[in-house]
């Protein structure tokens, strides 16, 4: 008889080895590799003769294509994320930092169902059943048709739900707790987050259940455990916020059924979490109109306009290399824009420290930030604040022309109707006419920038 070897898998990229190796040359990580049977885990031989398949029915591409059935949760900010709410016989996939609020939002949205009428089932593979009612307590979320559970066996979480009616929402926390008996591995392991949300998922599928599986996110900000459970599911949401700051963003990253663009702001309170229908306000409550290195950047956020403030701060090194430091934009970014304003603009800043910073805690991820950055780093080099009802937003070329960008007319209507007189923007013609009232001062290169600034020191 042949002797059973085993092989080794990468707990973060799923690579095989058929010896141990200090680093994965799949990832580049260090120590994640872990021994696991090879009848069980990636790459497995079934070792018995494959049965016959039974034949499927194929149907036509054109035809009448039916909206996927959805159930609103009632939280408006989470329906906003999931396309308007969630999709029957779908899979979603929640990451977040440990303590972020994920199964704060998780329980709220279950009592919100639950009192709409569906049927919701809650297991906990991290917690006992007295301490999540505690916490449901504490939120004001005591709900009947709350089913709770704290169990990490799939085999009878499935048996339970087989043996009563399917629950129109099926919380799992977390996916790295639940081990099935189909995969000989320690559980949290590549092989069982894998069969076991396999599991899931196919029953989802089968009885149009909604499963929400929680997953740990690692130090990098990526949910730990193999990237091919991302693929699996239907959508992948991403929980985020500073521990200093009370907010919260739920962000979308994948999603077969709405955008991927779209977030979803809370506020963290005793009492749970709250919606932020108004998300430049909680950005902009603590502006200090008067400092200079402060410039109001209008963002868009898929359909969601927010205004947010970009803080930058320049003063003279007294280091061989200057200082670069950055939070909530792109450090590469940072230097494209410096690089632009020392060669296009004559604004020397290779002696400087740079500071910059997105207030609130805010992370920006599109282009459209770069004239706010030059505005703010220019402001603070000359020492001039920059008009406080101001915004400005536009791309910026490495030849130090500018760029438009998308949803202009609705980026300056987020601005009129907080109070905002003037735009610093990259706009066409059209969208300068719709400008919603505000005197708009069309940007076409950098240098444009760069000199209304330094006249406004002049005039000081």
């Known amino acids: ?47 018995r003769q494959m049965r016959k398949g039974t034949p499927v029915q194929l149907v036509s591409l054109a035809g009448e294509s039916e909206q996927a059935p959805r159930i609103a949760s009632g939280i408006a900010e989470l329906d906003r994320v999931t396309g308007g709410g969630f999709v029957k016989g779908s899979a979603l996939l929640v990451g977040g930092d440990p303590g972020i609020g994920k199964s704060t939002l998780l329980m709220q949205a279950s009592a919100a169902l639950a009192k709409q009428g569906h049927k919701v089932v809650y297991v906990s593979g991290e917690e006992a059943v007295a301490q999540i009612r505690m916490r449901a307590l504490r939120l004001d979320a005591i709900e009947a048709n709350v089913g709770l559970a704290a169990e990490t066996s799939v085999e009878n979480i499935l048996a339970t739900l087989e043996g009563d009616e399917p629950p129109a929402l099926l919380i799992l926390d977390s996916i790295q707790t639940l081990w099935t008996e189909l995969a000989d591995s320690a559980p949290g392991t590549v092989t069982q987050v894998r069969t076991a949300a396999q599991a899931m998922i196919r029953y989802a599928k089968k009885h149009g259940t909604c499963v929400v ?62 919606e932020v229908t108004n998300p430049s306000e909680l950005f902009l409550g603590e502006r200090n109109e008067a400092s200079p290195g402060a410039a109001v950047f209008a963002g868009m956020e898929g359909t969601r306009p927010v205004l947010v403030e970009i803080q930058a701060l320049v003063v003279q090194s007294t280091l061989g290399t200057p200082r670069r430091a950055v939070v909530g934009w792109d450090n590469s970014r940072l230097s494209m824009v410096l690089a632009v304003l020392e060669a296009h603009c004559g604004v020397k800043l290779g002696g400087y420290d740079v500071y910059l910073n997105v207030a609130g805690g805010y992370r920006i991820q599109e282009p459209a930030a770069d004239i706010a950055v030059a505005a703010a780093l220019v402001s603070s080099l000359c020492g001039v604040a920059l008009p406080a009802d101001a915004v400005f937003f536009g791309e910026v070329s490495l030849s130090g022309t500018t760029r438009p960008v998308a949803h202009g007319t609705q980026r300056m209507k987020e601005a009129g109707k907080l109070g905002f007189a003037q735009a610093f923007a990259t706009i066409d013609d059209k969208e300068k006419s719709a400008s919603e009232g505000l005197s708009v001062t069309r940007i076409k290169e950098l240098t444009q920038l760069a000199a209304n600034i330094a006249a406004r020191k002049e005039n000081a």
């Open 1 to 47: 008889m042949a002797k059973n070897k085993s092989q080794f898998v990468c707990q973060s990229c799923g690579s095989t080895y058929p010896r141990w190796n200090g680093k994965c040359d799949g990832c580049g990580e260090w120590n994640t590799l872990v021994e696991e049977n090879p009848s069980t885990g990636i790459g497995a031989n079934p070792g």
């Open 213 to 274: 599986l929680v997953g740990h996110v690692t130090k990098e900000g990526q949910i730990a455990g193999p990237r091919v459970v991302e693929h699996m599911v239907d959508a992948v949401l991403y929980f985020e916020g500073e521990g200093a700051h009370n907010y919260r963003i739920l962000r979308t990253v994948k999603n077969r059924f709405g955008p991927t663009d779209e977030i979803g702001v809370f506020e963290m309170s005793g009492k749970g979490l709250k």
